[in-house]
């Protein structure tokens, strides 16, 4: 078997799998936001008529997968797996679609970096050859989330200005074996990341050192540097978590200012008082399925690097006072690849 890994981190795809197509469904706020043009539907109640949020994140989840089997004249028969996840205990949006769908599953679960995850296996499923088609999705729900680890909105607590707005949302993604541009030609898989942060309401702070660490060991194994990516944009880090990891990478002789944002921050605007603005694992999935899959289409971006980002606690650890262990997960996007040929 021909070694197709780039350090201890890394895959490069020789054969690398295709992005066919996306879809992403938002709820009212993602749609009064500067990226609203891009999503395919904008629902105008966040509960879209179901008896609760964790239904209606089911919802936005089933209907992101459905959009966008749709696009693509599929059925599921034509699907080999689907591979996807959400913030949900037992990741049950995701499992009741996948009820629905009678795809073969996998259920994965990264908290705001699961689209990446999903991503990741698929891309290696396909690029060994063991399917021809993938569905990947990831979702969340302002207030399933904010029930299930904060506070629920009855109890009227004031957010703390470091707080992020969960994005109510699901994104989907159609992979697929060597087709067209944009491929995924690399992946670089994290490793979890504690740095004693504690507060559920700063996310930001507790999961830009593991932006970082896979950043950095992305750029280390492939040689890459910053100015060889159009776009590096993580998923989930909010206005706080963005200043702090552009901090921590100069520090280390990266300089990414020119061409660093992050999904949270472009999602909302200042004037829609999220304060530290976006996350969730819908948060990247829309962001991409949308607004990023649209630029590569066009060919206004040609490479970028993709890293969402994940705070892994739990409603328990929380109560018991643990730390919050971080995950990032990075890959390699582009429309002219030059395989095998990394920076050096």
């Not at 670089?188 to 942060?197: F, K, M, R």
């Not at 507060?199 to 830009?208: K, R, S, Y």
């Not at 919050?324 to 990075?330: K, L, R, S």
């Amino acid at each position: 078997m021909k070694n197709n890994r780039l350090g201890r981190q890394t895959i490069r795809f020789e054969n690398p799998p295709t992005i066919l197509n996306t879809a992403s469904i938002v709820g009212p706020k993602e749609g009064e936001g500067p990226l609203r043009d891009y999503f395919d539907k904008v629902e105008c109640d966040d509960t879209c008529k179901e008896k609760t949020f964790e239904k209606a994140e089911e919802y936005f989840c089933n209907e992101s997968v459905e959009t966008l089997l749709h696009k693509e004249r599929l059925k599921s028969g034509d699907i080999d797996y689907y591979i996807g996840g959400d913030l949900l205990n037992q990741i049950i949006s995701t499992s009741f679609t996948a009820k629905k769908l009678g795809i073969p599953y996998f259920g994965v679960y990264s908290a705001c970096a699961t689209f990446a995850e999903a991503i990741q296996l698929a891309s290696c499923i396909i690029a060994g050859e063991f399917a021809l088609n993938i569905v990947v999705s990831a979702s969340s729900h302002f207030s399933s989330a904010e029930r299930q680890y904060r506070s629920p909105l009855e109890s009227g607590v004031q957010r703390k200005m470091t707080a992020q707005w969960t994005v109510t949302g699901a994104g989907s993604m159609l992979l697929t074996q060597n087709s067209k541009p944009p491929y995924i030609t690399h992946v670089t898989t994290g490793i979890v990341q504690d740095y004693g942060i504690k507060e559920a309401d700063n996310m930001g702070t507790a999961m830009a050192p593991a932006a970082v660490e896979t950043i950095l060991s992305h750029f280390k194994d492939t040689g890459y540097k910053p100015d060889d990516y159009d776009l590096i944009i993580t998923g989930d880090l909010g206005t706080v978590g963005k200043d702090i990891t552009m901090d921590l990478l100069l520090r280390e002789g990266f300089d990414v200012s020119k061409n660093y944002t992050d999904c949270g921050v472009e999602i909302y605007d200042e004037s829609q008082d999220t304060h530290a603005r976006g996350s969730g694992a819908g948060c990247s999935a829309v962001v991409f399925s949308g607004y990023l899959f649209d630029q590569l289409n066009k060919k206004e971006l040609n490479k970028i690097l993709f890293v969402p980002t994940g705070a892994l606690l739990s409603p328990t650890t929380t109560l018991q006072g643990d730390t919050i262990p971080c995950i990032a997960h990075a890959i390699t996007i582009e429309n002219t690849p030059e395989l095998g040929k990394e920076a050096k």
